[in-house]
């Protein structure tokens, strides 16, 4: 059972889909080393955790569901180059940032701009119905009822983020990076109400880069020092990410490109990297994957033809790269564990698909209310459409359950896996599964060297079936793990026709 490399690029994991021919046998990982999990919240977008697996058992990667189109940019200032979108929650309210851009297509490999780049705001109390607010700040062409946040360099990428770092005042709590290399790289903006923005300094914070992409940063909690990420390029042209971290975000130390566990060369257009809202100790990304597919039987039968030659006539890659945004994970913010499959693929060939720059997500994840009365809240995204052609860019809100990003999954037939020895803290393990009306889970506790613990063992385990992000597990009715909390153990969990998405003790 080799780990399918057209899936999931991972060293060392062990699990795959395997087929009904397949016979099944126990696959081990090198012993790996003792981890304090204490009460964090562990997801399954790596093999960190997972030392052991048996039976038919997988990483399974799910996709974000398409749901309504929230908002189209069709404002005079805006138009179809409107991109690089910024979306977060602050409070009760859902915050847009993106810049406002229309070109046209014209044969060269120019695209001659209409109106100047603007980095515009738009609102929303559910992130599902958006408002673009008249703010008065800055006019086009005389108008000044517009929702035109910052006009000048960085307007290109501007991109904002609320500092989370402890001690961070109040009136300087909102920053933005945003900049190109013609304007000498990144700059560093800084807001009270996110509204009215103005320049740390005069010079950028960040040179040495291309950044004609999203360029983000953020404060990490777990080492308690700023991130940055951008876009740059490598000696052999293949586009790439950078990082680095700081203590103040003016001045940035540890430069270094990012790399990937056994994945192959390919183009990351842009990062969009985030500390997991309910696993920080994570870092996920979902950068857009970059792809030049020739011009085909394929390409020409793709949707909106004569659009496409039009582009192709003004510049090759223009009507035949194609774009898709996949996902990442890091636990150092340098080297991370990619999935070479997509994360949201281009979907059902339609109008307004399958071109490029189509499905780049928004920077950031929020939570929303599930469509399904008492469900619970769920992840959205927000995927970028309507480029190159037409009124304007739009955004399509995607959802996902939260944590839904990789699951364990075993069909009926049945597989297991061990964790690598763990301590924890807590009095309960939960979990975040799913099963069929036939399935099932269940759960061992086991020493460090494997044998089950007397009260914890599979046959004590209570039968665990349903679709819950925070299911407790039982023992013959005892949900307490509290004696065993700071001793070394392994979980062991079995699964039929279920997924596993999460464990976290409590």
């Not at 983020?161 to 109040?170: A, E, N, V």
């Not at 920053?175 to 304007?183: C, H, P, Q, V």
């Not at 880069?209 to 740059?232: E, H, V």
């Not at 052999?236 to 566990?261: F, K, P």
């Amino acid at each position: 059972m080799a780990i399918n490399r057209r899936q999931f690029l991972g060293a060392g994991v062990t699990a795959a889909t395997a087929t009904r021919d397949t016979p099944s046998r126990p696959k081990t990982h090198r012993p790996k080393p003792l981890y304090a999990m204490g009460s964090r919240r562990e997801l399954f977008v790596d093999d960190f955790l997972v030392e052991r697996t048996s039976g038919q058992l997988s990483y399974q990667l799910h996709h974000p569901i398409a749901r309504e189109r929230v908002i189209q940019h069709d404002a005079p200032w805006e138009g179809v180059g409107s991109a690089y979108h910024t979306v977060f929650q602050d409070g009760d309210t859902y915050r847009m940032y993106y810049r406002g851009l229309n070109f046209k297509v014209t044969r060269g490999p120019d695209l001659p701009k209409t109106n100047r780049e603007v980095a515009c705001f738009a609102s929303s109390r559910d992130g599902i119905h958006w408002e673009k607010p008249e703010l008065g700040l800055y006019d086009h062409e005389g108008n000044k009822k517009t929702n035109i946040v910052w006009r000048g360099n960085g307007c290109h990428n501007f991109s904002p983020f609320i500092d989370l770092r402890p001690g961070c005042p109040d009136n300087t709590r909102l920053k933005a990076l945003g900049g190109l290399r013609r304007e000498g790289g990144l700059y560093l903006f800084t807001s009270a109400d996110g509204i009215h923005w103005k320049l740390v300094q005069d010079k950028p914070v960040i040179t040495n880069g291309y950044f004609d992409s999203q360029n983000i940063a953020f404060w990490d909690s777990t080492i308690n020092k700023y991130r940055a990420y951008w876009r740059f390029f490598m000696p052999d042209d293949t586009r790439a990410i950078r990082t680095a971290i700081s203590d103040d975000l003016l001045s940035w130390t540890d430069e270094q490109d990012l790399s990937y566990v056994d994945s192959p060369k390919q183009h990351m257009y842009t990062n969009n990297v985030i500390p997991y809202f309910r696993a920080p100790h994570i870092l996920l990304g979902f950068p857009m994957r970059y792809i030049e597919r020739g011009w085909n039987p394929s390409m020409q039968a793709l949707p909106d033809l004569e659009n496409r030659r039009k582009r192709v006539a003004a510049h090759p890659r223009y009507g035949q790269a194609l774009t898709e945004t996949q996902i990442m994970a890091s636990r150092d913010g340098a080297r991370f564990t990619l999935w070479n499959d997509a994360f949201l693929p281009p979907g059902i060939q339609r109008p307004d698909s399958w071109y490029y720059a189509h499905n780049s997500v928004a920077w950031n994840i929020v939570t929303t209310a599930s469509s399904q009365p008492g469900a619970p809240d769920e992840l959205s995204f927000y995927a970028s459409g309507g480029q190159w052609h037409g009124p304007g860019s739009t955004l399509t809100r995607h959802t996902l359950r939260q944590d839904g990003f990789v699951s364990l999954r075993s069909s009926s037939r049945g597989g297991e896996f061990v964790t690598r020895p763990i301590t924890f803290q807590g009095r309960r393990l939960a979990v975040n599964f799913a099963t069929s009306a036939a399935g099932t889970m269940r759960v061992e506790l086991q020493s460090a060297t494997g044998e089950p613990i007397e009260g914890f063992s599979l046959a004590e385990s209570d039968d665990i079936f349903g679709n819950e992000l925070d299911r407790t597990v039982s023992w013959r009715g005892s949900p307490d793990v509290g004696r065993l909390a700071g001793r070394p153990i392994r979980i062991r969990i079995t699964l039929g026709d279920a997924d596993l998405y999460a464990i976290k003790f409590s």
